[in-house]
């Protein structure tokens, strides 16, 4: 009986989760679709490590990250019918991207649900990639309505929804990033390193791995801000997350996948997060060093390797795996790097009501090799004092202690603001 409208198809009633044989099977379907991306060596990280460090560049997908392979996957076995009603997704990203180029591939019309907020760059790369088989719809300001209104759109019109990673088509499609790493060094790495959001790569990358080469170590990591997946292997079960940080897009996820738990729950898997301003810092040395501009997910796997306890000589592999970055997101990756690296700090000082009160502060406070790099003052009338908002970088972390002893010493009140306070939110 094939599939009903609506629905994208499923697998056998008798196979409760992806196989590797799910996966080569969706290797033959992308050849010639999607690009086989090259291994490279990374002689930064693998000075660092003493390791032999390849990164897995799925950021040299036509559309800048391997979300194309789940959605060819999925799109190329919808029946005749299916395809005639097309499809449907919503999207702010990478997801939007890989349906657009799918469809305009495979020839099957698609509608792409974008929040309002997605920026015009994204609307018009997606509109460019899927060219005349792709519709885009604008609904919602927010993921989570214009994903309403996709489902919506589905239920109405016939057409298929597309998940981002919960589906099993869609998992054995992004598996494939991990059977081509084998299929170069033509054996399991040591260490295989990939970015979680909803768990689609991870879950496709075990679905292989587990059946090929079962005791090879698998870290799955994810944003500090967004450990949906920590949480539901806590939970012994997907849960959502009440808030979450966004700043790493590609891989801040609420809820992880109901396909995508179980596999990632058996198959061994370590689980690590990292907090966003290590991401930065990733994102800041891949682009000086190696000349790669990643997205935050992008980086996100490489931010981990300090914590993962590498042995010399083990061959890692780090799954690079998204590239689409707004340029205009460069200066607070920068402003997070400094915070997490302890060289950016911000204080509240209030400042005396008279002339010669920022001189002295300057003088007496800031040390040679400070610099304010953020002064936002409050003049109020009939107050001896007065607030500011002052941002300090350090020529280095360990001139904090001496800044502080300095604060104390000063007549003028000055008030740390930690990065764990609410009001940080109105900085960054």
Not at 60 to 70: A, E, H, M, T
Not at 96 to 125: H, M, N, W, Y
Not at 373 to 402: H, M, Q
Not at 418 to 426: A, E, H
Request: net charge negative.
């Amino acid at each position: 009986m094939p599939p009903a409208q609506g629905d994208a198809p499923t697998p056998s009633a008798s196979r409760a989760t992806v196989s590797a044989a799910d996966v080569d099977a969706a290797a033959e379907r992308l050849q010639g679709l999607v690009s086989i991306t090259p291994l490279t060596r990374s002689r930064r990280l693998s000075e660092a490590t003493g390791a032999k460090v390849l990164l897995k560049r799925e950021d040299l997908q036509p559309v800048r990250s391997y979300k194309n392979r789940g959605a060819i996957n999925l799109i190329s076995q919808l029946a005749p019918g299916q395809r005639d009603s097309g499809v449907v997704c919503a999207s702010a990203g990478n997801h939007a991207q890989g349906v657009a180029f799918a469809c305009s591939t495979l020839e099957v019309p698609a509608r792409i649900f974008l929040p309002r907020t997605t920026p015009r760059q994204k609307r018009d790369r997606v509109a460019a990639i899927g060219g005349d088989f792709v519709e885009i719809v604008v609904s919602g300001s927010t993921y989570d309505a214009a994903a309403a209104a996709a489902a919506e759109d589905a239920e109405q019109t016939g057409a298929t929804l597309v998940p981002a990673f919960d589906h099993p088509m869609t998992i054995a499609g992004q598996g494939t990033v991990t059977r081509e790493i084998v299929g170069v060094i033509g054996h399991a790495p040591d260490v295989l390193v990939v970015p979680v959001g909803g768990g689609g790569l991870l879950a496709g990358s075990l679905a292989w791995l587990r059946e090929q080469y079962p005791y090879a170590r698998v870290v799955g990591v994810e944003p500090a801000g967004a450990a949906s997946m920590a949480a539901a292997l806590v939970a012994g079960s997907p849960v959502t997350l009440e808030d979450i940080d966004p700043f790493v897009d590609g891989a801040a996820v609420r809820r992880v996948g109901d396909h995508t738990f179980p596999i990632v729950r058996d198959g061994n898997a370590e689980l690590v997060s990292v907090p966003e301003g290590a991401v930065c810092q990733e994102m800041l040395a891949m682009y000086q060093t190696e000349g790669i501009i990643t997205e935050p997910a992008g980086a996100l796997a490489a931010a981990a390797l300090p914590s993962l306890g590498i042995l010399p000589d083990q061959t890692v592999v780090v799954v690079v795996s998204g590239g689409n970055n707004d340029v205009l997101r460069y200066a607070e990756v920068v402003e997070r790097a400094l915070v997490h690296e302890g060289r950016k700090h911000y204080f509240l000082v209030d400042f005396p009501q008279e002339p010669g009160a920022l001189r002295g502060f300057l003088r007496d406070v800031l040390g040679p090799d400070d610099d304010i790099a953020l002064f936002e003052y409050t003049k109020r009338n009939n107050r001896e004092t007065g607030p500011a908002l002052v941002g300090i970088e350090l020529g280095s972390r360990d001139d904090l202690r001496p800044l502080l002893d300095r604060m104390a010493r000063s007549p003028i009140e000055v008030e740390p603001i930690p990065p764990d306070s609410p009001l940080f939110r109105f900085i960054l």
